[in-house]
C-alpha cells in the first residue's frame, strides 16, 4: 500500500469542498426569489431524495466496489452544477417561481444522488486503509488530519469565489467554476489502489447479494444498543445542523450592508458585492478554524478522558451557544450572532471525527459503508423535517414582525437549545 494515500485522502477533500458556490447558496436562492420556507422544502427534498439512495448506496459502494462509487457521485455533482448555473443564467427573470423551483428541484435530485454514493464511502475506505496497515487507533487523528484538508479547501475556495463574484457582481457563475476541481478529483480517485474497495468487493454481485447486506446491516446497527445510541445522536446533531447552517450567510450580508456604507462611501456597490465583504473573512476564517478543530479533536478527546466523556460535553458546549444565541439573534446584536454561529461550526468540525471513529469502533468491516449510510441517512430524516419547518416559522415571524427592529432568525437559538436539551435529558436513555 502505498504510503502517500494519506496525502491522496487529503488531496480528495481539499478538491471536493472546492465548491465555490457554499458560502453563498441561501443568497443565491434568495436571489432567485425563493422565499425561506421553499428553500426549507427545497433542503427537505433534497434529504428525502438522498435518504432513497442512501442505504442501497451504501450497500453497492461495499459490493461493487468504493471507488467507482465515487466516480459515480462527481459525476452527478458536476450535472447538478450544470442546471443550477444554467437555471440562474437563463429562468430567474422570464420564467415563475413555480419554474425556476421545479428546474432546481432537478439540480437538487442530482445532488443528492451524488451525496449519497460519496456519504459513508470515502470514510469506510479510509478505515479500511488503516486497518491495512494496522493503525485502527488513529481512526480519529486521521480522519481529522484528512478533514482538516477538506477545511483547508473551503477556505480557498471561499477567497476565490469572493474574487470571482466581485468582479462579476454575480452569484450564478461561480456553480461552472465548480465544475473544475472534480474533474481533476476523478482522477485522483479513479487511481486509488484497489485494495481500498474492502473485503466485500465482488465484481458480479447480484441484487440478492445487496439484498441480503442491507438486511445484516440494519440488523447490527439497530440491535446493537451503542450504534442505535450514535444514529439518534446524529439525528439530533448533525440533522438539525445541516437545516440551520446556511443561515449565517443572510445574516452576514445584513451585517455587511451598513458596514460597506462606512468602510466603502466612495464606491458605488452592489449589495452582492457588499455581501462578499462580511462572508468572504468570515468563511475563510471559520474554515481555516475548522480544518485546526479536525486536527485537534483526538487531543480533546484525550483531555476529556474518552470518547463518551468529549461527546457529553460537547453536548452541554452546544446548548450554552444556542442559550446565548437567543437574544443576541433577537435583538440583532450581529456581532454576538455571527460569532455563536461560528463557534457551532466549530463545535461540529470536533463532533464529526469523534463520532466517526465511534460508530467505527461498533461497526464491521464488510459492512463499513452501509452503517455509515444508515447513519447518515438517519440524519437526513432529521434534516428533512427540519429544514423546512424552520423556514416556515422563520417566513413567519418575518411577517410578524417586519415593522418592529428585532430580528426574524431567532427561531433557530431556540429549536437548537430544545434539542440540545433534549438530547442531554434523554439521549442516554
Not at 146 to 175: E, P, Q
Not at 291 to 299: F, I, P
Amino acid at each position: 500500500m502505498p504510503k502517500s494515500m494519506i496525502f491522496r485522502f487529503s488531496l480528495y477533500g481539499f478538491l471536493k469542498n472546492q465548491q465555490y458556490f457554499e458560502p453563498f447558496i441561501m443568497l443565491v436562492f434568495l436571489q432567485m426569489g425563493l422565499t425561506f420556507t421553499l428553500i426549507g422544502v427545497l433542503v427537505g427534498l433534497r434529504e428525502f431524495l438522498r435518504n432513497v439512495a442512501e442505504i442501497p448506496s451504501g450497500a453497492i459502494a461495499d459490493i461493487l466496489g468504493r471507488r467507482k462509487s465515487l466516480l459515480f457521485s462527481f459525476s452527478c455533482y458536476i450535472v447538478s452544477f450544470s442546471i443550477t448555473g444554467t437555471v440562474g443564467l437563463n429562468l430567474v427573470g422570464t420564467s415563475s417561481i413555480y419554474v425556476v423551483f421545479s428546474a432546481l428541484l432537478l439540480a437538487t435530485a442530482f445532488y443528492a444522488l451524488a451525496d449519497a454514493f460519496r456519504s459513508g464511502t470515502h470514510k469506510a475506505l479510509i478505515f479500511t486503509y488503516l486497518r491495512i496497515e494496522g493503525r485502527t487507533d488513529e481512526r480519529t487523528k486521521v480522519y481529522g488530519f484528512t478533514r482538516s484538508w477538506s477545511k483547508l479547501g473551503s477556505a480557498l475556495s471561499v477567497i476565490a469565489a469572493c474574487f470571482f463574484i466581485y468582479l462579476s457582481d454575480n452569484y450564478i457563475l461561480i456553480f461552472y467554476l465548480s465544475i473544475i476541481p472534480f474533474i481533476f478529483n476523478m482522477v485522483n480517485v479513479g487511481t486509488y489502489p484497489k485494495e481500498l474497495d474492502g473485503d466485500g468487493h465482488a465484481e458480479n454481485a447480484g441484487i440478492q447479494e445487496i439484498i441480503e447486506h442491507l438486511k445484516a446491516s440494519f440488523i447490527l446497527a439497530f440491535r446493537n444498543p451503542e450504534l442505535r445510541s450514535l444514529i439518534i445522536e446524529s439525528m439530533s446533531f448533525e440533522g438539525f445542523f445541516r437545516a440551520m447552517k446556511d443561515y449565517l450567510q443572510p445574516i452576514l450580508k445584513m451585517a455587511a450592508i451598513p458596514l460597506a456604507a462606512i468602510l466603502f462611501t466612495d464606491l458605488a456597490l452592489s449589495n452582492t458585492q457588499k455581501s462578499v465583504i462580511l462572508i468572504g473573512p468570515v468563511y475563510f476564517l471559520m474554515f481555516l478554524g475548522s480544518a485546526v478543530a479536525n486536527r485537534k479533536a483526538h487531543q480533546f478527546v484525550d483531555w476529556a478522558g474518552g470518547d463518551e466523556p468529549a461527546a457529553l460535553k460537547m453536548w452541554t458546549f452546544l446548548f450554552v451557544l444556542y442559550i446565548g444565541l437567543v437574544p443576541a439573534l433577537y435583538y440583532n446584536v450581529y456581532w454576538a450572532a455571527i460569532s455563536g454561529l461560528v463557534f457551532i461550526h466549530l463545535l461540529q468540525n470536533i463532533w464529526r471525527p469523534l463520532f466517526f471513529s465511534r460508530v467505527d469502533s461498533h461497526g464491521d468491516e464488510k459492512k463499513g459503508a452501509t452503517l455509515l449510510s444508515i447513519q447518515s441517512q438517519a440524519q437526513s430524516i432529521a434534516t428533512m423535517i427540519y429544514a423546512p419547518i424552520l423556514g416556515y416559522v422563520i417566513d413567519s415571524v418575518r411577517i410578524l414582525e417586519q415593522h418592529n427592529t428585532t430580528g426574524e432568525f431567532w427561531p433557530i437559538a431556540v429549536f437548537g437549545a430544545l434539542i440540545a436539551l433534549l438530547y442531554l435529558r434523554l439521549g442516554k436513555a
